[in-house]
């Protein structure tokens, strides 16, 4: 059995049959079940407490090397796009002094309530005193999120196309992670986006440009998910979750067509094990393989090794990081733009 699967993925052509034929079961099920949790973003299972956390660590590090920091989070309204299956990082930001952080998934995601209360309670626990206290307005003592509570709110069943149905007012900063290359039409979710987001406001992306492993898996090359047309992509990836195959210059040009100033980062190139920061992580994926481990590099932490164990497996994405400023002043307090320096 393992051989036929083996052979399967080898084969171009029952590579997309069987996300063809996946996409079209799950779009059935969705429809007959619209609020059905699904697994898309659910990252932490099978994660040990210590990889959970270093993974949030690493994503909140992140938004920070690109100007999400301190000043720019104190006392400010905070869009997370795409959270998946845990709420850290939008706990890390109300520990670091945002006023709300708003989460918004298009679907609802799978999740373990107990392990979640377990990373919730950890996360608080590693936090200075003063991180711990602002959290206290978003978690009750066994880590759940608190009744009655507005400092962060999850809002699931509605893409950021529609995100002003769901959610009002107007944001500081939107950020998100492995998500925009997942948006079927780009340019209302940039439309959108920009309602949201106040005068001097920053959106901060990163980008997975890869196939996720759908054809580089079998050993062809990762450019290949190029060569299928449109519309046999379009039935391979509506409910599976494939990437809509932009490339990178189209997220600058749709924020750029609305006035923004918008600049792309690389930090993961074809051939590359590792992001370009220098940092231990590597791109998720599955526990095994030939690669089964690698030598930790000196300057490592633990809990990065231990999520870099966890999460090496698949072939490396192809990530960009879009940092893209909207004009006027800045509300948030300290105005100063994010990715400045």
């Known amino acids: 059995m393992r051989r036929l699967r083996e052979l399967a993925r080898r084969s ?34 099978g994660f040990s407490l210590e ?35 845990t709420l850290g990082v939008a706990l890390r930001l109300i520990g670091a002094g945002a006023r709300q952080v708003v989460c918004l998934d298009r679907f609802a995601t799978v999740r373990d309530p107990e392990q979640q209360r377990r ?16 959290l206290g307005r978003a978690l009750s003592p066994d880590g759940a999120l608190a009744e009655g509570q507005d400092a962060l709110v999850l809002i699931e069943g509605t893409g950021v196309e529609r995100a002003q149905e769901a959610v009002a007012g107007r944001f500081d900063a939107i950020i998100s992670r492995a998500v925009l290359g997942h948006l079927w039409d780009l340019a209302p979710a940039f439309e959108q986006m920009d309602r949201l987001l106040e005068p001097g406001g920053a959106m901060l992306h990163k980008i997975d440009l890869s196939d996720h ?28 979750g494939l990437t809509n195959r932009c490339l990178s210059d189209s997220y600058r040009e749709h924020a750029s067509a609305l006035g923004y100033s918008a600049e792309l980062h690389p930090t993961r190139l074809i051939g590359d094990a590792g992001d370009l920061e220098g940092g231990a992580l590597r791109r998720a994926g599955r526990a095994g393989g030939r690669r089964r481990r690698a030598r930790d590099r000196a300057h490592a932490s633990a809990a990065a090794v231990a999520v870099s164990r966890a999460l090496r497996r698949r072939p490396g994405g192809r990530w960009v990081f879009m940092v893209a400023s909207k004009p006027g002043s800045p509300a948030a307090p300290g105005g100063r733009r994010a990715g400045s320096r």
Not at 119 to 134: D, F, G, K, T
Not at 216 to 227: A, D, M, N, V
Not at 230 to 235: E, F, K, L, M, P
């Open 12 to 45: 171009r052509a029952l590579v997309i049959a069987t996300l063809m034929a996946r996409n079209l079961r799950l779009g059935i099920a969705l429809r007959l079940r619209p609020a059905k949790p699904v697994l898309l973003g659910a990252r932490n299972r």
């Open 51 to 85: 990889q959970s956390l270093a993974c949030v660590d690493w994503v909140f590090a992140d938004y920070e090397r690109r100007g999400l920091d301190a000043e720019r989070i104190h006392g400010a309204r905070i869009l997370e796009l795409g959270p998946g299956d």
């Open 119 to 134: 990373i919730h309670r950890a996360l608080s626990e590693s936090r200075p005193r003063s991180e711990r206290e602002r």
């Open 213 to 240: 492993g759908l054809f580089e898996r079998s050993g062809r090359g990762p450019l290949e998910l190029l060569t299928v047309s449109d519309r046999v992509w379009d039935a391979m990836r509506r409910h599976t």
